[in-house]
């Protein structure tokens, strides 16, 4: 293996391809369950729910619809501050709509507890949040995720969406960088 592949780059596989689209089709099965008979409109957040929208859309059986928006958090570091910037918006008007709200991650809690309040703003029928991870921090904030793939210990993971300085989206597993990437 030549020490430009990705694969050096990381210390352990977290969840291959294969769990992860196991763990997606559960998840999609109990959407549908809960959603019988209605209309559902995905929301992804740019960039790292990507792979998971692709693929929990394409596992359900309900009709769906896809809209997007990119959100930074303002604040040093790789810390979420809470205070959030919108820069792309929704192109659908949420009104009467029932919304669920598709994440890589959540780590905080503290960007989907903003994004949850703000698009309730919006006149919905109901918004609910389908995260494929969620780290232990998340517990510390009152914020109700209805879907969540796997709890996982408080690592840095990469993958299936998932960056480091942009990289590493690409991969179609979980895992973890070794520390010569970011030491
Ligand atoms: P929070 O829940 O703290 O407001 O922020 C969640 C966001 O932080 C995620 O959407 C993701 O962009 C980023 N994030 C948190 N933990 C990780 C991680 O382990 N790996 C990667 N690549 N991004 C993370
Ligand atoms: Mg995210
Ligand atoms: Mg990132």
């Not at 929208?53 to 809209?67: F, I, N, P, T, Y």
Request: include cysteine; charged fraction near 25%.
């Amino acid at each position: 293996m030549d020490s430009h592949d990705v694969q050096s780059d990381l210390k352990h596989v977290l969840y291959t391809r294969e769990q992860i689209a196991d763990r997606i089709k559960e998840l999609a099965a109990e959407i549908d369950r809960d959603y019988a008979g209605r209309d559902v409109l995905l929301v992804g957040v740019l960039k790292g729910a990507v792979m998971v929208m692709a693929d929990l859309s394409r596992a359900l059986h309900s009709h769906v619809s896809m809209d997007w928006m990119a959100v930074s958090s303002y604040g040093s570091g790789t810390q979420s501050s809470g205070v959030v910037r919108i820069l792309k918006d929704l192109e659908t008007d949420l009104l009467g709509k029932h919304v669920l709200i598709v994440e890589d991650i959540i780590d905080s809690g503290l960007t989907l507890s903003w994004l949850r309040t703000n698009l309730e703003s919006r006149g919905p029928a109901s918004v609910e949040i389908c995260a494929l991870l969620r780290k232990p921090a998340a517990s510390k904030v009152d914020i109700d995720v209805k879907y969540v793939g796997y709890d996982i210990p408080n690592e840095f993971v990469v993958g299936y969406g998932l960056d480091f300085a942009e990289k590493y989206r690409n991969l179609d597993f979980i895992g973890t960088l070794a520390p010569h990437v970011y030491e």
